[in-house]
């Protein structure tokens, strides 16, 4: 059976003004906002000529048995963070982002780098939501032993040669 934590966080975006010739505005994860209101949906919480707070939405960050490895590695990190993975929004969307995932595994976050259409951002993990993991990692956390792998015999029985210093192969 599969252990697993939920805590609700609401996600902060900025919009921030930009002096660009293709872009009017730059997108970025301002913070995590524990005990947010479920139904959140992008509510402005500042507004200045040049920057806008919204509360976007709020999202569950799920702890799992299985990723306590990473966890463990992010509070270890010196600086806790949550990631909040956005993507594009619609077009018919007034938001540019969308907020589609927010985690404390440093790991399920690195997933997303690779395709380059999402951006990912780190931002402080809130002190109630670092207890919380800690507390999660401390009760479910088990080491793993490392093993050395083994080389396989090649299938068709042939032997590989390699060099000796100073001597025949």
């Given at each position: 059976m599969q252990i697993q934590e939920?805590?609700p966080?609401g996600?902060l975006?900025?919009?921030?003004k930009i002096d660009?010739?293709?872009?009017e505005f730059?997108?970025?994860?301002?913070?995590?906002l524990?005990g947010?209101?479920?139904?959140?949906?992008?509510?402005t919480?500042?507004?200045?000529?040049?920057q806008?707070v919204?509360?976007a939405?709020?999202m569950?960050?799920?702890?799992y048995?299985?990723e306590?490895e990473?966890?463990?590695?992010?509070l270890?990190s010196?600086?806790p963070?949550?990631?909040?993975?956005?993507?594009?929004?619609?077009?018919?969307d007034e938001?540019?982002?969308?907020?589609?995932?927010?985690?404390?595994?440093?790991y399920?976050?690195?997933?997303?780098?690779?395709s380059?259409?999402e951006i990912?951002?780190a931002?402080p993990m809130?002190?109630?939501?670092r207890?919380w993991?800690e507390?999660?990692v401390?009760?479910?956390?088990?080491e793993?032993?490392?093993?050395?792998r083994?080389?396989r015999?090649?299938?068709?029985g042939l032997?590989?040669r390699i060099?000796?210093?100073?001597?025949r192969?």
């Open positions: 939920t805590m966080l996600v975006v900025e919009r921030r660009h010739p293709w872009q730059a997108w970025h994860v301002f913070g995590v524990p947010a209101r479920d139904d959140a949906d992008w509510e919480i500042s507004m200045e000529e040049k806008a919204y509360l939405k709020t569950n960050v799920d702890l048995q299985r306590t990473g966890y463990k590695n992010n270890e010196g600086q963070a949550i990631f909040v993975v956005l993507r594009q929004g619609e077009e018919e938001h540019e982002v969308d907020p589609f995932l927010i985690t404390a595994c440093p399920e976050a690195a997933d997303y780098l690779e380059g259409e990912v951002e931002v809130p002190d109630g939501v207890i993991v507390n999660f401390r009760e479910h956390h088990v793993q032993k490392f093993k050395k083994r080389l015999r090649q299938e068709d032997a590989r060099p000796v210093r100073g001597g192969a």
